[in-house]
């Protein structure tokens, strides 16, 4: 257990619709990282947010958009859904936002658009 | 464009095996780590290397970075049916915002490693 925990665990919706991720970081932890994980892509860095505040972009749609909360938390919302977006999306978090800061990622929530 | 090759991308071994992983990349990336991943978990953290020419032990497998840190090696000793998973290896590079360095990883495509007792 890496003390990160996100919900749902598995989603499945309609191409078109619009689902929120939720993520709850690690005690402690002020960075949050978003990753998209697909069989032909890999796993890919979409955003991080350190402390509230955006701090490093990926490969991010602008169908999807992001979120930290002051009590930490985040939310990864993907809206006008498409086939393609089915995938596992991973939350991780550090307690900094430096290099070598470790990352601890949590067990992911199964999106699948049908 | 993927930054980081993996090879090879599946490998099937009998227990007691030597195995060795790549991770190759044309760019130099500040760190690189390791990363272990199961079914239906996340990834987990085996190892970052920072410094070309690095070289770090974790029981049986060895990591070794790259002189001019643009790849890496992960060799495992007598192979165990527990190391069956994804490997992942992950490059950070450096950005500047504010002074402060932070930077976002790129991840290898992964090996597959089955492990047969």
């Known amino acids: 257990d890496s003390g990160v925990t996100q919900t749902p665990k598995h989603l499945i919706t309609a191409t078109g619709q619009r689902v929120t991720l939720r993520c709850s970081p690690r005690s402690g932890d002020l960075s949050v990282y978003w990753y998209q994980q697909s069989l032909d892509q890999g796993l890919q860095f979409l955003i991080q947010?350190?402390?509230?505040?955006?701090?490093a972009k990926g490969n991010i749609l602008e169908r999807f958009s992001a979120q930290q909360f002051p009590d930490l938390h985040s939310e990864l919302n993907l809206s006008s859904l498409e086939l393609g977006d089915s995938a596992l999306y991973f939350c991780?978090?550090?307690?900094?936002?430096?290099?070598?800061?470790?990352?601890?990622f949590g067990p992911g929530t199964r999106l699948t658009v049908l | 464009t993927q930054l980081l090759e993996q090879s090879p991308q599946f490998l099937s071994i009998q227990e007691g095996e030597n195995l060795t992983v790549y991770c190759n990349s044309s760019s130099v990336f500040s760190s690189l780590q390791w990363y272990r991943q199961e079914p239906g978990e996340g990834p987990v953290l085996l190892v970052t290397?920072?410094?070309?020419?690095e070289v770090k032990k974790l029981k049986r497998l060895t990591f070794q970075f790259g002189d001019a840190r643009k790849d890496s090696s992960l060799h495992i000793t007598a192979a165990q049916p527990g190391d069956t998973g994804l490997y992942l290896c992950a490059g950070a590079r450096r950005d500047r915002f504010g002074g402060t360095s932070y930077g976002k990883l790129t991840f290898g495509q992964g090996t597959i490693l089955t492990v047969h007792p």
């Open positions: 947010y350190y402390n509230g505040e955006e701090r």
């Open positions: 290397v920072v410094t070309g020419g």
């Open positions: 991780a978090s550090s307690v900094g936002q430096v290099l070598t800061d470790t990352q601890y």
